[in-house]
């Protein structure tokens, strides 16, 4: 079974500061890992995935994410926040066999303030 | 710029009637998924094609819901007859799956659904 923890329902930051939003997973095998980022009204959009290789991952808009095996943790992150950013984050597992859908977690609402 | 359209955008309809959505995916992708959105329950996934043929509706309730793809452009949700704990956003995606490599999703921009 595959699942995901996202642990702040919400996430508060001033704009110009490093932002994280972080996820946990769990999976029997190897993880794919995906961050969406859902603004009002929207569908999802994809930022960023981590597959194998390096675990910091750079994705759209400034994003990165990191993948930590260990602590089975793929946090989002980003330098510097923008009120533009501010929006609904989804990060999403599934096992690298089987069955190829997404299990998301039940998103982080991130406010950046000005 | 390719993408994945759904309409209608925002359907509202009276219990027990019909329902039917419907979303066509990006050209060329392989895949096509269903998800429900709900504040209480988050994202949930309903069901799933590959190569047009379902691979997993374990997360659909089967009594009056139903999804099929007529073609490779076309995607359809049904649900009947509707009940007002329907009511919710439903979004579809599409991937494309290659040989063993993962696919990203790309989501539409959902069908609002309200059931009174």
């Known amino acids: 079974a595959q699942s995901v923890a996202q642990p702040e329902d919400q996430v508060n930051v001033a704009e110009g500061n490093p932002l994280t939003v972080k996820c946990t997973y769990s999976v029997s095998g190897n993880p794919y890992l995906f961050w969406y980022v859902q603004y009002p009204n929207r569908g999802l959009q994809f930022l960023l995935k981590?597959?194998?290789?390096?675990?910091l991952v750079k994705g759209s808009y400034g994003f990165e994410a990191e993948f930590n095996k260990s602590q089975t943790s793929f946090h989002l992150k980003k330098p510097s926040a923008l009120v533009s950013d501010s929006a609904l984050y989804f990060c999403?597992?599934?096992?690298?066999?089987?069955?190829?859908?997404?299990?998301f977690g039940s998103g982080t609402r991130l406010q950046v303030q000005p | 710029d390719a993408r994945v359209t759904q309409t209608p955008r925002d359907k509202v309809t009276e219990m027990g009637q019909e329902v039917t959505m419907r979303c066509q995916p990006i050209?060329?992708?392989?895949?096509v998924f269903w998800y429900r959105q709900t504040m209480m329950q988050g994202l949930e996934l309903l069901a799933y094609?590959?190569?047009?043929?379902?691979?997993?509706d374990s997360g659909m309730p089967k009594d009056r819901f139903s999804a099929e793809m007529p073609d490779a452009t076309l995607a359809t949700l049904k649900i009947q007859p509707s009940e007002p704990r329907d009511s919710a956003v439903y979004f579809c995606?599409?991937?494309?799956?290659?040989?063993?490599?993962?696919?990203?999703?790309?989501f539409g921009p959902g069908t609002r659904l309200t059931v009174l």
């Open positions: 050209l060329g992708h392989n895949t």
């Open positions: 094609f590959r190569n047009r043929a379902p691979l997993d």
């Open positions: 995606a599409s991937g494309l799956v290659i040989a063993g490599d993962t696919d990203t999703q790309y």
């Open positions: 981590y597959i194998t290789g390096d675990n």
């Open positions: 999403a597992v599934r096992e690298d066999t089987g069955r190829r859908a997404l299990t």
